[in-house]
């Protein structure tokens, strides 16, 4: 069975510039999930949706971010303008249900320089 | 803020040799979740407690939750090499409410061969 996939696996552009993220959840999965990794602030929560539905987006660290899902099988995370200090791993996960275990893809690598 | 606290930050140990780690967290729960995450990878689900039970089996994994004392542990026995990771504890309830999880930073675990 597929994972989630998300791409790209890594992302290395300039300030300023528009960026994003895709993800394709598990088929079947009602919830799905962005995440930014850092050394710092570890893993936080940005965003989630259930049924394509965003739910809490309370994570969400400035207008600048956006997340959209405009079907059951795709979801995108768009940085714009991007920053250096967005610079982060950023993982997408999914679940059956919302307290459930979830899975994840295995990240993108976003560089700003 | 984070809601699950691992500890130790860092552990060695020799092939052989059980790992033991942490998790403390602040307020009520629905279940905890113990999840691994290799370099450069994603994070995979290992094993998920509900806060009714106080203890659970998985292969060489143990977990058991004390509720009243708002602590986890996880014991991974008879380490391997391949062991070698970075594992996280995450809680669904509480101040997260009940569909999301909030993970700590993680015990970085390396297994000597």
């Known amino acids: 069975d597929a994972g989630v996939i998300q791409s790209p696996r890594h992302e290395v552009t300039e300030m300023g510039q528009e960026v994003t993220l895709r993800c394709k959840p598990i088929s079947g999965h009602d919830y799905l999930f962005w995440y930014r990794q850092t050394m710092m602030r570890g893993l936080e929560l940005l965003i989630y949706?259930?049924?394509?539905?965003?739910?809490?987006d309370s994570g969400m660290p400035e207008d600048r971010f956006s997340a959209k899902m405009p079907n059951a099988s795709f979801s995108t995370l768009k940085i714009q303008p991007s920053e250096p200090r967005d610079s982060a791993v950023y993982f997408c996960?999914?679940?059956?249900?919302?307290?459930?275990?979830?899975?994840f893809g295995d990240g993108t690598r976003l560089s700003i320089l | 803020s984070q809601q699950g606290e691992e500890d130790p930050q860092a552990l060695s140990i020799q092939e052989g040799e059980n790992a033991t780690m942490n998790c403390s967290y602040k307020t009520s729960i629905n279940n905890l979740q113990w999840y691994r995450q290799n370099s450069g990878r994603g994070l995979v689900h290992l094993i998920l407690i509900r806060s009714n039970e106080r203890e659970k089996h998985s292969g060489r994994l143990r977990v058991t939750l004390d509720t009243s004392k708002k602590s986890s542990s996880l014991l991974i026995t008879a380490s391997r090499a391949a062991d070698t990771a970075s594992y996280f504890c995450?809680?669904?309830?509480?101040?997260?409410?009940?569909?999301?999880?909030?993970f700590g930073k993680g015990t970085k675990l390396t297994v000597n061969p």
């Open positions: 996960a999914s679940s059956s249900l919302g307290n459930q275990p979830q899975h």
């Open positions: 949706f259930n049924n394509n539905v965003p739910i809490d």
């Open positions: 995450a809680t669904n309830g509480g101040q997260g409410g009940s569909e999301k999880l909030v």
